[in-house]
């Protein structure tokens, strides 16, 4: 059903295609200017160059490596929800709240109505997708974990407020499908916080793409992802994108039990370790995954955002998954 | 009825000034290789500080260590003990954190009542207040873990492994002089059934707290279907949480309590501050009820869940709320 949605969109894709999940190390230089840029000592123009370079970086290093489906590596963001609330009227910045281990974001606080008032993210998808002829995924932050990422002081409660959210998140994969963008990515990892909000979420999620000309992805991880399983499957999209790597073993029984009905974008390399998976593991990764789905749903990528590695370290995961996604084509 | 203030258990380890930032760049530094451990004890021990201190001034009449050296709430005593590996992040109930979760891959052996008895003596010797070592309790520790080591795929077995490995770390911090020692057991109200298997773990920790009062605190959901059968548990302080249901200080304030309360009634997981006399009615109409001399009023939830300015701001309304009670001191 998907690849008829793919084909309908004029994208042909290989066997396995392989993607990243949005973010991308980002080189020293850009982080040593976003300091900077605190500290007055650079313009908000010479950061945007600099953002430009390590954008056209990763778009240039994704096409060598042999990437079918790209993203623009997310170099002039922070952090998945700050990145949009920075921008959105009613979001207040708030200060730093640890996420795990040494990793630190700005949690933004809901002062006010939430509302949509230009493009924040076209602008970032044309510069990449004008560099490939391959497609370059939009991504976005979904509605619910916009919600739950942030503190309320404003909507009564947390239905209304992922609700709000589900209205801004349209009005901007609308701009991307206007500005021509057929792939777009809205993220959920936060959907498996709470099990009883998963009606509301997937209503969410339904207000944000019915009826929208695109190939929808979403992508969940690290949560109690077998506690949504199959209810998940109704979420409005067209391709699910999971960590894997080391939770196979308990989640695949449950898509024998219950047939995945989505295409799923496979996680095949831990996103959090330094170690770089050799070719043999993720092939053997990606075998376990076709015992149980079928070959033409499975995409291939690491199980998270690779921004916490060094850039040697990400490019070295991303190779290792082309490679063993061209061995399986091969057989 | 005397009423305490303290803090739930964890602070934030991080501010918007250079100097609470110490700990993360320290950290960065050392994962770079360009740090040593020592220099991340320093930096950790300087947050440590930094914590007491804040709670101290907010008013705080018990204070804990904010749990700055915890990478999280499971795997830093679980990555201790021999028997378990630690792995890959999980989240951590609804919250936005992420734990690194345990592996029992063979028999869990204690650490002896030395992994967690130098932070409380860094904090007790640092401190202008009493300071109330918080521990994760067996079950939720458990709960946590998966299991690859065959005994353990029994969950009792599991949950009294860490309890032993629990017992001597009670021990120790009490012979030490922790007067209230906090036990975490947030899994409870999400397995309700496992209630059984923490008691029994609770009964044989309890022989193990010497002098020392041990508040088994419950966050992370609505404690209210529980209610009357955590007041039947072994503990000299139930905590709970009145966060997530608004009708659950009302069954308290029905039924009573036969134990003291540690009163989670400021919400330790949203920055929007509480109205201090309309929690201070609540309270003095709970405390009426409770049978005892002490109770305590906390926060909901560690509070590193917050940025620091807030978590600051929850402190000091704790202050106000106290304040504004019918004399309760």
């Given at each position: 059903?998907?690849?008829?949605?793919?084909?309908?969109?004029?994208?042909?894709?290989?066997?396995?295609?392989?993607?990243?999940?949005?973010?991308?190390?980002?080189?020293?230089?850009?982080?040593?200017?976003?300091?900077?840029?605190?500290?007055?000592?650079?313009?908000?123009?010479?950061?945007?160059?600099?953002?430009?370079?390590?954008?056209?970086?990763?778009i240039?290093?994704q096409?060598?490596?042999?990437?079918?489906v790209l993203v623009d590596?997310?170099?002039?963001?922070?952090?998945?929800?700050?990145?949009?609330?920075?921008?959105?009227?009613?979001?207040?910045?708030?200060?730093?709240?640890?996420?795990?281990?040494?990793?630190?974001?700005?949690?933004?606080?809901?002062?006010?109505?939430?509302?949509?008032?230009?493009?924040?993210?076209?602008?970032w998808w044309r510069f990449a997708q004008e560099r490939t002829?391959r497609p370059v995924k939009g991504m976005?932050?979904?509605?619910?974990?916009?919600?739950?990422?942030?503190?309320?002081?404003?909507?009564?409660?947390?239905?209304?407020?992922?609700?709000?959210?589900?209205?801004?998140?349209?009005?901007?994969?609308?701009?991307?499908?206007?500005?021509g963008c057929k792939i777009?990515?809205?993220?959920?990892?936060?959907?498996?916080?709470?099990?009883?909000?998963?009606?509301?979420?997937?209503?969410?999620?339904?207000?944000?793409?019915?009826?929208?000309?695109?190939?929808?992805?979403?992508?969940?991880?690290?949560?109690?992802?077998?506690?949504?399983?199959?209810?998940?499957?109704?979420?409005?999209?067209?391709?699910?994108?999971?960590?894997?790597?080391?939770?196979?073993?308990?989640?695949?029984?449950?898509?024998?039990?219950?047939?995945?009905?989505?295409?799923?974008?496979?996680?095949?390399?831990?996103?959090?370790?330094?170690?770089?998976?050799?070719?043999?593991?993720?092939?053997?990764?990606?075998?376990?995954?076709?015992?149980?789905?079928?070959?033409?749903?499975?995409?291939?990528?690491?199980?998270?955002?690779?921004?916490?590695?060094?850039?040697?370290?990400?490019?070295?995961?991303?190779?290792?998954?082309?490679?063993?996604?061209?061995?399986?084509?091969?057989? | 009825?005397?009423?305490?203030?303290?803090?739930?258990?964890?602070?934030?380890?991080?501010?918007?000034?250079?100097?609470?930032?110490?700990?993360?760049?320290?950290?960065?530094?050392?994962?770079?290789?360009?740090?040593?451990?020592?220099?991340?004890?320093?930096?950790?021990?300087?947050?440590?500080?930094?914590?007491?201190?804040?709670?101290?001034?907010?008013?705080?009449?018990?204070?804990?260590?904010?749990?700055?050296?915890?990478?999280?709430?499971?795997?830093?005593?679980?990555?201790?003990?021999?028997?378990?590996?630690?792995?890959?992040?999980?989240?951590?109930?609804?919250?936005?954190?992420?734990?690194?979760?345990?592996?029992?891959?063979?028999?869990?052996?204690?650490?002896?009542?030395?992994?967690?008895?130098?932070?409380?003596?860094?904090?007790?010797?640092?401190?202008?207040?009493?300071?109330?070592?918080?521990?994760?309790?067996?079950?939720?520790?458990?709960?946590?873990?998966?299991?690859?080591?065959?005994?353990?795929?029994?969950?009792?077995?599991?949950?009294?492994?860490?309890?032993?490995?629990?017992?001597?770390?009670?021990?120790?911090?009490?012979?030490?002089?922790?007067?209230?020692?906090?036990?975490?057991?947030?899994?409870?109200?999400?397995?309700?059934?496992?209630?059984?298997?923490?008691?029994?773990?609770?009964?044989?920790?309890?022989?193990?707290?010497?002098?020392?009062?041990?508040?088994?605190?419950?966050?992370?959901?609505?404690?209210?279907?529980?209610?009357?059968?955590?007041?039947?548990?072994?503990?000299?302080?139930?905590?709970?949480?009145?966060?997530?249901?608004?009708?659950?200080?009302?069954?308290?304030?029905?039924?009573?309590?036969?134990?003291?309360?540690?009163?989670?009634?400021?919400?330790?997981?949203?920055?929007?501050?509480?109205?201090?006399?309309?929690?201070?009615?609540?309270?003095?109409?709970?405390?009426?009820?409770?049978?005892?001399?002490?109770?305590?009023?906390?926060?909901?939830?560690?509070?590193?869940?917050?940025?620091?300015?807030?978590?600051?701001?929850?402190?000091?309304?704790?202050?106000?709320?106290?304040?504004?009670?019918?004399?309760?001191?």
């Amino acid at each position: 059903m998907s690849r008829e949605r793919l084909k309908e969109l004029c994208l042909e894709l290989p066997l396995f295609p392989v993607t990243s999940v949005g973010s991308f190390p980002k080189p020293d230089y850009l982080t040593q200017a976003r300091a900077d840029l605190q500290k007055g000592k650079i313009t908000a123009a010479e950061l945007r160059a600099l953002e430009e370079k390590a954008t056209a970086f990763w778009i240039e290093k994704q096409e060598e490596l042999g990437v079918d489906v790209l993203v623009d590596g997310e170099q002039y963001r922070g952090d998945m929800v700050a990145y949009f609330a920075e921008v959105l009227p009613g979001f207040q910045e708030g200060g730093l709240v640890r996420s795990y281990g040494n990793r630190y974001y700005r949690k933004p606080i809901i002062v006010g109505a939430v509302k949509w008032e230009k493009p924040i993210t076209v602008d970032w998808w044309r510069f990449a997708q004008e560099r490939t002829d391959r497609p370059v995924k939009g991504m976005l932050t979904g509605p619910y974990t916009l919600m739950d990422w942030s503190f309320n002081e404003h909507y009564p409660d947390r239905k209304a407020t992922c609700l709000a959210m589900a209205q801004v998140v349209r009005k901007e994969v609308e701009a991307l499908i206007e500005a021509g963008c057929k792939i777009v990515q809205i993220d959920e990892p936060a959907i498996s916080t709470r099990v009883e909000e998963l009606p509301f979420a997937l209503e969410a999620m339904q207000q944000v793409t019915t009826g929208l000309p695109a190939y929808f992805v979403t992508h969940i991880c690290y949560g109690a992802f077998e506690h949504v399983y199959p209810k998940v499957l109704e979420l409005a999209v067209n391709n699910i994108d999971l960590d894997m790597s080391a939770t196979a073993g308990r989640r695949l029984p449950l898509m024998q039990k219950d047939p995945f009905t989505k295409d799923i974008s496979y996680g095949v390399v831990d996103s959090h370790s330094h170690l770089i998976e050799d070719v043999e593991t993720v092939k053997t990764r990606l075998a376990q995954a076709l015992t149980v789905l079928p070959k033409e749903k499975v995409w291939l990528d690491p199980d998270c955002g690779l921004k916490t590695r060094t850039v040697e370290e990400a490019l070295g995961k991303l190779r290792v998954i082309v490679e063993a996604a061209k061995a399986a084509r091969a057989q | 009825m005397k009423l305490l203030l303290t803090n739930a258990g964890s602070y934030p380890r991080i501010g918007e000034t250079p100097e609470l930032q110490l700990l993360r760049r320290t950290q960065a530094a050392l994962d770079r290789k360009e740090a040593t451990p020592e220099a991340l004890q320093a930096a950790e021990g300087a947050l440590v500080k930094a914590a007491l201190k804040e709670q101290a001034e907010a008013g705080l009449d018990l204070v804990t260590d904010g749990q700055v050296r915890w990478g999280d709430p499971i795997s830093h005593f679980a990555g201790k003990l021999a028997g378990i590996e630690i792995s890959a992040l999980l989240r951590y109930f609804d919250t936005n954190f992420y734990f690194r979760q345990p592996v029992a891959k063979g028999e869990i052996k204690a650490a002896n009542g030395r992994a967690l008895l130098a932070e409380y003596e860094f904090a007790k010797s640092n401190s202008a207040k009493p300071v109330k070592p918080v521990l994760t309790g067996p079950l939720t520790l458990a709960r946590h873990t998966l299991v690859e080591h065959e005994p353990y795929k029994q969950l009792e077995a599991l949950v009294r492994a860490y309890a032993q490995a629990l017992a001597p770390e009670l021990e120790a911090l009490a012979h030490a002089g922790a007067e209230v020692i906090q036990l975490d057991e947030p899994a409870i109200l999400r397995q309700q059934t496992d209630f059984p298997i923490l008691q029994r773990a609770l009964q044989m920790l309890v022989k193990h707290k010497g002098k020392a009062k041990l508040a088994l605190c419950v966050y992370f959901g609505d404690p209210q279907p529980l209610y009357e059968r955590l007041q039947q548990l072994p503990v000299d302080i139930l905590g709970l949480d009145f966060t997530y249901n608004p009708k659950f200080a009302e069954r308290v304030i029905s039924l009573g309590s036969q134990k003291p309360l540690a009163l989670g009634l400021v919400d330790g997981r949203n920055t929007r501050l509480e109205d201090p006399a309309a929690v201070a009615h609540t309270l003095d109409r709970i405390l009426l009820r409770v049978k005892g001399d002490t109770c305590y009023l906390n926060p909901s939830c560690g509070l590193e869940y917050l940025p620091r300015d807030r978590a600051l701001a929850k402190l000091k309304l704790l202050a106000q709320i106290r304040a504004q009670t019918k004399g309760h001191k």
